[in-house]
Structure formats: structure tokens, C-alpha cells
């Protein structure tokens, strides 16, 4: 019957959570605990049927018992661990030792709880893992990032074409420092002295004219720009909230690039889409109407996907 | 091909459009479409297409300015009125699919309305539908309903008939008509436009040059960008009548580097044009030799100002330089040159083609013709209308923009960007145009409406618009540089709740210095959000001053939110969607926010079914 009324309330972007639990009264009461708190969750008696399930679909959490009539929970752990290094692990043994817990976290799991525990100490351990998953960037860069190697390559490369497209005319250069930072990333303080030479202009007005204009950088850019609008609608359609989650979660301020250049946060006058504010840009492409919740969800997915994604 | 063959072409091509002999689906691929979209409602329907193997045609479109309804979808079928679905996903797009083009189900309840005259199975026409019924649309005249990357629709629509006809007059015949026509600069000043023309033409110089402003620096304004993105002939072919007048040979387009999807749509126009003849040695046949260059911006919002856009054109700082002289006299390389915003040029491609009189006739006296807006913030129906110049706010905010959303109050309304101010509801009976705006204390602007309603703070508004001012100001004047500093520390500090009583007294005085000793508009229309809020808003500053309260819980030092122990139930929903832990309670039992870790993000405020939590 309750489980029944909390499937009224359940909410897809909420957390899926699999419990992996041998005795049917235990995982049912779990589960029951959990879908009342608005969780989707899923059961699995064995560890051949968790991970049957775990393959048809993404879990946010998992809730292990170690000891299963099939498999060892620790295999269960490692294999879902493999498969998708971002899904969090709640371990609950009955029979907990100080090693066997410690091999768990080893392994990732988060936390882990022994038999018996009350109704709450469950829920600050699922509620604190999965706090765990959403701070998993990395902390901001506080110096400037180095140049990669593939950065003067690149480099090269653009330049050869400027030489090619432009006749070094003191009005092209605008629009040169455009394309070196489409290539590069940024503008890189060897072109800065390249663009100076081919324009014929001192390297000062050049460089001033890359600080003067917002949309130069002069320093590495992470491998996903997220560019929030502050503009009038987008502010007051709280804007403000949006740059706070991110600062917030993954320690960024605007301007920053985080250590595992994974996010360079920026924030724009406005990109023209304000009739579905809030907007914010990522790798150019435009999310409308978002909230903190969202931003959150857009940037954890990006970080997924990303070959370089090491968890924490 | 002369121009007539290319008229017949597109006329030829327009009624397959109008009757087409497949099925006909358009999709609204401007920036907004795609954010909320678009793109896979496109894929959903071109497959859909391929499962019921259904023969159609698909077409993107531009914005029709019902942005709040992205993505939409027109169906043409034989025998159907073209039919309008919005708030589409790529299953409802693939429903609608089956369901109309296998079993003729015109799918009423996702229709939004008909095209055209005609209204079927009681689905309204567009120009009856509330957003559109008072709108009158000049410069938005084709958006939304033609390709814009196919000259033909253009052409077929009346497109480049008003170049064909300037190109027979001469420069000061064809600035005369602007002038009869009585259009005002839309860029934001409202000089006359055929008056800068009849001054650029007049100066004698071996060279002479018009720019296209596109920079759209207002942060909430989109209409420049969804014109160039639905319509971009219209404005190009406004700049080559422009360019004849004054007798320019180059011009220059001046785009946000914001607006990827509008620069890639001038490229291709661009091309376009070269191939129909529109571009290079003797245009459509005559003397007239025209070319135009396309410069990205580079995030400077005073680069929107004439003379340090010039400046930027020309490769340096976009520093803004004393008038005179004026770009009339000395402009790009010291020629004379003609700076003209984007729906200015728009405008000036229809005039050509229907006349002065027919222009005329719209308006009111002193500000003639039509005035896009765009709609935004916290209103019911977000997007990009044009209204005859002399519309009241309110039909603009009530009317058309539908009241605020979910029944909350509207406190006033933002025009002009950081140049303007807020004007409040009371007031919502003044008519939109150049004098009457500017006696409110605010200006036209380039039409940026950002909508504000109780849950807006003032205050907060009038910081946001300084921390703006204060740091795109180039830096060249000292009033403008400190004095919107200064400004904005103060502002800061009220928002703070450290306010002290004489920070009014100090804001208004700091207000009148930035605004004489300012060079450049920016910094001269800076303290103008400032003033018109204590104008009109004076109760919210005193309530931060001597309250230390923020009823519209804004700024967050001012207020905290608080549970109503009489109608909370318990429920819940408020705790589990709080990441800081700050809502304790029993289930079914009254809870209570812990103000000491409570972040202030709200999302209970959101939450909450019941309106349990208020602000304090
Ligand atoms: C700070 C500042 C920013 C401006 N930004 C823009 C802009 O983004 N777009 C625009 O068309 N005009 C802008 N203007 C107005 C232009 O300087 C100029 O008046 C206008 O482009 C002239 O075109 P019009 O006569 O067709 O309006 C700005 C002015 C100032 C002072
Ligand atoms: S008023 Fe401000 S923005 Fe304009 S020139 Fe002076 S310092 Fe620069
Ligand atoms: S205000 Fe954010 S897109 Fe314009």
C-alpha cells in the first residue's frame, strides 16, 4: 500500500538505487524506505540477477549485501565498479570486520553500515553517498594551467592558415585572434607575438587589444567550457542560483578551469536566448530553462562521457 | 539571370510551398528552437517519415517569435490549412506524424493554431491567437515562415522588389523617401534615419562606408539575432539601399560573436546574393557596385557604440572618441560613414518596397512605423512580437504578453537594457515610443522587455545593472570608470543590509556626476536604472535600509525562509529536495528549516505543493 503511494510521487531525475540483499524481508523494507523518500529503486536477490539488471540500466547507487547465495558481493562490486566507474556503492554486512570493509572501499564503495542499523542511519548513508558522487570534480586550479604539447602544434597549424587567409592589415587582427583561439583554446603568448609580427602592429597594442575584448583568453581552457548567462532575464530568472550550484559543487569561480581541466567556467552578457531563461552554454551548445538541479545533471553527464573522467 | 527571371523562379517555387503537392513539415531552427529542442524533434520526424514511408518534404524556418512554445512544428497538407504544433518532443513530433499523414487526425489537442486565413476543427487562426492579434509585423514580416537560407523565399515574398526600385532613384531621392517614411534609428536613439543619410550622402569623399550594428549589447534583448537568424535578406538588402543612398561602396556587418547561428546564416545569404547578382560589380545590372564584410564581435558591450565600433572594425581597443565629428563626416579610416542598426535596415527594405505613405501610416506622430520587442523574464508568454509605435504597456505586458506566470503580481517592467530604467505598473498606461518613454525616466532602447513581478528586489535590479555598467565601462573617463564603482559599492552594501540612510542622498549625487562627465552613452544612460528604481521604487530601499528586510527574498542576508507549522502536512518533498539537510521533521508531522545550514537556494520555495514556506 505505501509503496503503492510513493509510486505516485516517483520523479525520474531522482537517484536509482539497486538493492542487492539475499533476504526477501530485508531488501523488501529497504526498498520500502527508500521508495517513500522518493528513490526509484530497484531489488535483486542474487548477484547474477543485480548484475543482469545493473546492465539494463544506470544506477545512481548501490546497495550491497556481501554475503549471496550465488557470487561473493566484493566480485558483484568490482564488476559494477568496471563497468561504470561512477555508480556509488553502499556496502551492509552482517558479520562487518575492519578488513572486510576496508577491501569494500578499496574497491569504492563509500560507506558501509553492519547489521542491525535504525531506519535513519540508512538514509544519512545512502544520502550521504550520493552527496559523494555529485562533489567529484576536482578542486579549481589555483595557478594557470600549463600549455599542453598539443597546444603549439595547433598553434602552427592556425597560423600557416592566417598567413595564408589575411594580408596583415591592422583590421584583420581582431578577427586573427578569433581564430588562433578557435584552434588553441586561447591565445597563447608566443602568437600574441606571431599575430604582432604579421599585423605589424607593437606586441603592447596587440596585447591590449586581447585584454580588452572579454572573449580573449590567455590561459588553458578545460576540455568543456560551461558558460552561464548573467544577463537581465537570465538574472532575474535566478541566474545567480545556477553559477552558485556549480561554484558550490565543483569549487570553480568564473574564470577557473579545474585541476583535471575537466570545466572552465565562464559567464556571458547574454547569448540572445533570453525568452528561455535561464540559459547556460555548454561546449556551445544551448540548455534552456535550467535550475540548479539541472546544471548539476548536464555537467555530471558531460563528465561521464568524457574518455578522461577519473572518479574520486 | 536579371531579376525578373529570378522572381518568376521564386513565385514558382512559393506556390509548390503554399500547395505543396507532398506534405510540407517546417521546423523552427533558430537559436531558441534548438536550445529547447528542435534538432530532435527534426531527427524524430525524418524517421518517423522513413517508418510509415510517407513521401514530405522538411524544411527549417526561422523564429515566429512564440518562443515559450519551442519547438514548433507547421504541417501543409493538401486539402489542410497549414497547421501549428508547439511544445514539441521528438514522441509527440512522431505522433503527430503518424497520426495526421496516415489517418488525416489533425492532433487538436498539441495544435496551436492555423496559418493563413483559414481556421479548421476550431483550432484558432495565428492572428487570433492572443500573442498575435495586436501585433503588426514590418520587420518580423517573413520570420518564421520562409527558409532563411533560400533567397527565393525571400524573393518570392517581395524581397529585393525595394532595392530594384532604389536602385532607379538616385541617393537623396531615395533618402527622401526614408524620411517621408518617418523611421527613427531602432538601435536605440531614434535619430532619424533619413536625415543620417541625407548628411553621409552630402559629404564629398572618394570613399564612404555603411555599417550594419549588430552587436546587441542589451543583456535580455534578442530581436536583432532572431531577425538575422529568420530573415537575414531583409536586412542586407535594407544595407545596399542604405549603401546607394549615401553612396557607399563596402560595408561592414558588426555581429555578436554570441550569435554563431546568425553569423553562419549571413555567410550563406552572402553567397546567395554573389550568385543572384546582389553582390559585387554592377548590382541587378546598374552602376550600383556593393561589397560587405562580416566582423564577430569580441564580448565588449561598448563596442554597440558607433565610435568605438568603428574603432574595433578598424583592429584597435574599441575605445569610444568625442562627437564631433560625427561618423557622417568622419567615420571608418576618417570617411564618411553610415551606421545603422539591424531592424533599422529591415525596416528600410519594406519601406522600399510598399512606400512612405503605407510606412506612415503606423505609429504615432512623432515616432512613426512599428517597434519589435523582445519579451522576456517573468511573463506567460516569452518571445519577440512588433507592435505599431504608440502601443500602451500594458496591451504589450497583459495582452500580449499573457500577465506574469502563475498569478503572481507584476511589479514593472525593464526597457533599454542598462541604458534605460524601470518603469512600474502603475505607469503601464504610458505608450511605447521615443518622447514618452524618456520623459518615464527610461528609453525605447533596442527593445529589450525584461518583465519583473514581486519575487523580483529592486534593489537587487538597479546592483545587477551597476556590477553590468561597471564592468563593461571602457575605462576612458574617470566619472564613468570610479563613479559606477563607487555606485555599485554602494548598491552592494544596501543589498547587504549595511545600508545607511544618506547612501540615497550620495546615489543620486554620484547618479548626476557620471551622467555629465561621461563621454560615451554608456556612461552618460549608466546611473539611469538607478534613478528611475529610486524614482519609483523608493519603499524597497527603505525597507533594506531601515528594515534590513528583502521582501522579495533576493538578496540573501535579508530574509530567511520559514515553514507555516499551520498548513504544512508534512509531506516531505521540501526535505528530500533540500541538499543541504536544512528541513527537519517527522512524516505527517510540521517541519522546520535549520536556518543555520538553510542556503537560501529555495528549491523549497519551488517545491512546495501547499505554499507552506514563506519568506521572512
Ligand atoms: C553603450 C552603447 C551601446 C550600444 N549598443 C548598441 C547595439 O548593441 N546595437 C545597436 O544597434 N545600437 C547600439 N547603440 C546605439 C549606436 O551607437 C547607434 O546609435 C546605432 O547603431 C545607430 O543606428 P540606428 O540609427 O539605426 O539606430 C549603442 C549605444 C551605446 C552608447
Ligand atoms: S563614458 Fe565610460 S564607456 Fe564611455 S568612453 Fe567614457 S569611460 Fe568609456
Ligand atoms: S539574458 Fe540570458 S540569454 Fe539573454
Known amino acids: 500500500m505505501q509503496i503503492q503511494e510513493a ?58 549485501d556481501l554475503r549471496l547465495p550465488d557470487i561473493d558481493g566484493m566480485e558483484v562490486i568490482k564488476q559494477v565498479k568496471r563497468r561504470r566507474p561512477d555508480t556509488e556503492v553502499l556496502v551492509i554486512t552482517g558479520y562487518s570486520t575492519v578488513t572486510t570493509a576496508v577491501e569494500a572501499m578499496k574497491l569504492g564503495a563509500s560507506d558501509y553500515l553492519s547489521k542491525p542499523f535504525t531506519e535513519d542511519e540508512f538514509l544519512s548513508a545512502v ?104 544577463g537581465t532575464a537570465c538574472h532575474v530568472k535566478g541566474a545567480d542560483k545556477i553559477l552558485h550550484e556549480i561554484e558550490h559543487r565543483y569549487k570553480l569561480s568564473p574564470g577557473q578551469t579545474s585541476k583535471d581541466r575537466m570545466f572552465t567556467l565562464e559567464t556571458v552578457a547574454c547569448f540572445g536566448s533570453c525568452a528561455i531563461a535561464p540559459v547556460v552554454v555548454v561546449d556551445d551548445k544551448v540548455s534552456a530553462d535550467m535550475d540548479p538541479d539541472k546544471v548539476g545533471k548536464v555537467m555530471k553527464d558531460l563528465a561521464l562521457n568524457d574518455p578522461k573522467f577519473e572518479p574520486r | 539571370m536579371d531579376f525578373a527571371d529570378l522572381k518568376t523562379q521564386a513565385e514558382r517555387e512559393w506556390q ?27 531527427e524524430s520526424v525524418r ?131 526614408i524620411r517621408k517614411a518617418g523611421l527613427r534609428g531602432r538601435g536605440g536613439a531614434g535619430f532619424p534615419t533619413g536625415l543620417k543619410w541625407e548628411l553621409t550622402l552630402k559629404e564629398k569623399a572618394e570613399a564612404k562606408y555603411i555599417v550594419c550594428n549588430a552587436d546587441e549589447g542589451d543583456p535580455g534583448a534578442f530581436m536583432d539575432r532572431a531577425l538575422l537568424e529568420g530573415d537575414p535578406h531583409s536586412v542586407l538588402e535594407g544595407m545596399l539601399i542604405a549603401a546607394h543612398a549615401i553612396g557607399a561602396a563596402e560595408g561592414f556587418i558588426y555581429v555578436r560573436a ?26 541587378l545590372g546598374s552602376k550600383f557596385d556593393f561589397n560587405v564584410h562580416i566582423q564577430e564581435g569580441a564580448g565588449a558591450f561598448v563596442c554597440g557604440e558607433e565610435t568605438a565600433l568603428m574603432a574595433s572594425v578598424q583592429g584597435s581597443r574599441g575605445l569610444p572618441t568625442p562627437k564631433p565629428p560625427y561618423p557622417a563626416q568622419s567615420g571608418l579610416w576618417d570617411k564618411p560613414t553610415c551606421i545603422n542598426n539591424v531592424e533599422t535596415l529591415s525596416n528600410v527594405s519594406a519601406i522600399l518596397e510598399n512606400g512612405a505613405e503605407w510606412y506612415a501610416a503606423s505609429g504615432t506622430k512623432k515616432s512613426k512605423g512599428t517597434k519589435t520587442f523582445s519579451l522576456a523574464g517573468k511573463i506567460r508568454y516569452t518571445g519577440l512580437i512588433e507592435v505599431p509605435l504608440g502601443t500602451t504597456l500594458k496591451e504589450i505586458v497583459y495582452d500580449i504578453g499573457g500577465g506574469a ?142 528594515d534590513g528586510k528583502c521582501d522579495a527574498g533576493v538578496c540573501l542576508p535579508l530574509f530567511h525562509y520559514e515553514i507555516d507549522p499551520q498548513l504544512c502536512n508534512g509531506c516531505g518533498l521540501c526535505r528530500r529536495k533540500c541538499s543541504t539537510g536544512a528541513i527537519v521533521g517527522e512524516r505527517k508531522e510540521p517541519h522546520f528549516i535549520d536556518q543555520a545550514k538553510c542556503s537560501k537556494c529555495g528549491i523549497c520555495l519551488q517545491s512546495c505543493k501547499l505554499e507552506a514556506i514563506g519568506i521572512h
Not at chain 1, 28 to 57: C, H, I, P
Not at chain 2, 26 to 35: M, S, V
Not at chain 2, 82 to 90: C, E, M, Q, R
Not at chain 2, 448 to 455: I, R
Request: net charge neutral; glycine share 10%; proline share 5%.
Open chain 2, 258 to 283: 554570441e550569435y554563431p547561428l546568425a553569423i553562419a546564416r549571413l555567410e550563406k545569404a552572402l553567397e546567395q546574393m554573389q550568385r543572384c547578382n546582389l553582390l559585387g560589380k554592377s548590382v
Open chain 1, 7 to 64: 509510486h505516485d510521487l516517483l520523479d525520474p531525475t531522482w537517484p536509482q538505487v539497486l538493492i542487492m540483499e539475499d533476504e526477501v524481508s530485508v531488501a523488501k523494507g529497504l526498498g520500502m524506505v527508500l521508495s517513500e523518500e522518493g528513490y526509484n529503486v530497484d531489488l535483486a536477490m542474487t548477484g547474477r540477477s543485480a548484475l543482469d539488471t545493473f546492465n539494463q540500466k544506470m544506477f545512481d547507487l548501490l546497495i550491497a
Open chain 2, 405 to 546: 506566470p502563475n498569478g503572481k503580481k507584476i511589479k514593472g517592467v525593464q526597457t533599454g537594457g542598462p541604458s534605460g530604467g524601470c518603469i512600474p505598473a502603475s505607469l503601464f498606461d504610458l505608450t511605447v515610443d521615443y518622447e514618452s518613454l524618456a520623459e518615464a525616466g527610461s528609453i525605447m532602447g533596442s527593445g529589450g522587455m525584461v518583465v519583473l513581478d514581486q519575487s523580483t528586489c529592486m534593489v537587487d535590479v538597479a546592483r545587477y545593472f551597476l556590477s553590468f555598467t561597471q564592468a563593461e565601462s571602457c575605462g576612458k573617463c574617470l566619472p564613468c570608470r570610479l563613479g559606477t564603482h563607487q555606485m555599485l559599492r554602494v548598491l552592494e552594501e544596501i543589498c547587504e543590509g549595511r545600508g545607511k540612510p544618506d547612501y540615497l542622498e550620495l546615489l543620486r549625487g554620484l547618479s548626476e556626476t557620471v551622467q555629465k562627465g561621461s563621454l560615451c552613452g554608456l556612461g552618460q544612460t549608466a546611473p539611469n536604472p538607478v534613478q528611475t528604481t529610486l524614482r519609483y521604487f523608493l519603499d524597497e530601499f527603505d525597507r533594506h535600509i531601515t
Open chain 2, 16 to 42: 509548390w510551398l503554399e500547395n505543396p503537392p507532398q506534405p510540407l513539415i517546417q521546423i523552427g531552427t533558430g537559436t531558441c528552437g534548438r536550445a529547447s529542442g528542435a534538432d530532435k524533434v527534426m
Open chain 1, 127 to 230: 544520502k550521504g553517498a550520493l552527496v559523494t558522487k555529485e562533489f567529484m570534480a576536482a578542486d579549481a586550479a589555483a595557478t594557470p594551467l600549463e600549455p599542453l604539447p598539443e597546444d603549439s602544434l595547433r598553434l602552427t597549424e592556425v597560423l600557416q592558415q592566417i598567413r595564408q587567409r589575411f594580408t596583415g592589415r591592422q583590421q584583420e587582427v581582431i578577427t586573427i585572434l578569433q581564430m588562433v583561439q578557435n584552434a588553441v583554446g586561447y591565445i597563447p603568448i608566443e602568437a600574441l607575438q606571431q599575430v604582432a609580427d604579421f599585423t605589424r602592429m607593437p606586441e603592447a597594442a596587440v596585447y591590449g587589444i586581447a585584454t580588452f575584448y572579454e572573449r580573449f583568453r590567455l590561459s588553458p581552457v578545460g576540455r568543456h567550457v560551461v558558460k552561464v548567462c548573467r
Open chain 2, 47 to 177: 524517421k518517423t517519415l522513413k517508418k510509415i514511408q510517407v513521401m514530405a518534404r522538411t524544411m527549417e524556418v526561422g523564429c515566429i517569435g512564440m518562443c515559450y512554445l519551442e519547438p514548433l512544428m507547421t504541417l501543409r497538407k493538401r486539402g489542410h490549412p497549414p497547421i501549428l504544433y508547439g511544445n514539441l518532443t521528438s514522441a509527440k513530433a512522431a505522433d503527430i506524424i503518424t497520426r495526421f499523414l496516415l489517418d488525416g487526425d489533425l492532433c487538436l489537442e498539441l495544435s496551436i493554431c492555423t496559418l493563413g486565413e483559414q481556421s479548421r476543427n476550431g483550432i484558432p487562426r495565428l492572428q487570433d491567437h492572443p500573442m498575435m492579434r495586436t501585433q503588426c509585423r514590418i520587420a518580423l514580416r517573413n520570420c518564421g515562415l520562409i527558409d532563411p537560407s533560400n533567397i527565393l523565399h525571400y524573393i518570392a515574398r517581395g524581397g529585393y522588389q525595394g532595392l530594384s526600385r532604389a536602385l532607379q532613384m538616385d541617393g537623396a531621392e531615395v533618402a527622401e523617401v
